[in-house]
């Protein structure tokens, strides 16, 4: 079992920036491809961002946060980052999370084993 926790989320102007962190439980972290989501009130959890294990590292993004949005992995701490900059009203949802082993592209929700609880971002104009 993995936990993931996130963290970083809050209140910021459109135009700000946030950075997102999820820190992972498992010794084998650098083995696991790790997601971002997002889910706004009333609409279905929506990816934004995934980046592959250790050896291929690729980066994966949602058309709607491509040039502004940066996805990256600190292997030695366990954790991934969401880098958000240029961040508009309609960024704002809870943001999740994701792991699952193995490298691969995912995009979807039934791709990942493993969640986190959420973290809030809301964005104001």
């Known amino acids: 079992q993995v936990q993931l926790v996130e963290s970083g989320g809050g209140l910021v102007q459109a135009g700000g920036s946030l950075r997102l962190s999820c820190a992972a439980s498992?010794?084998?972290?650098?083995?696991?491809?790790m997601g971002w989501f997002r889910q706004a009130p009333g609409k279905e959890r929506e990816f934004v961002a995934a980046v592959n294990a250790w050896i291929r590292r690729n980066t994966y993004y949602a058309d709607s946060v491509k040039g502004r949005f940066t996805i990256s992995r600190d292997n030695a701490k366990n954790t991934v980052y969401l880098q958000m900059n240029s961040l508009k009203p309609e960024d704002t949802a809870v943001y999740y999370c994701?792991?699952?082993?193995?490298?691969?592209?995912?995009?979807?929700?039934?791709?990942?084993?493993?969640w986190g609880q959420g973290t809030q971002v809301t964005v104001s104009s």
């Open positions: 498992t010794r084998a972290f650098n083995v696991y491809t």
């Open positions: 994701t792991a699952r082993r193995g490298d691969f592209r995912g995009v979807t929700v039934t791709d990942y084993d493993y």
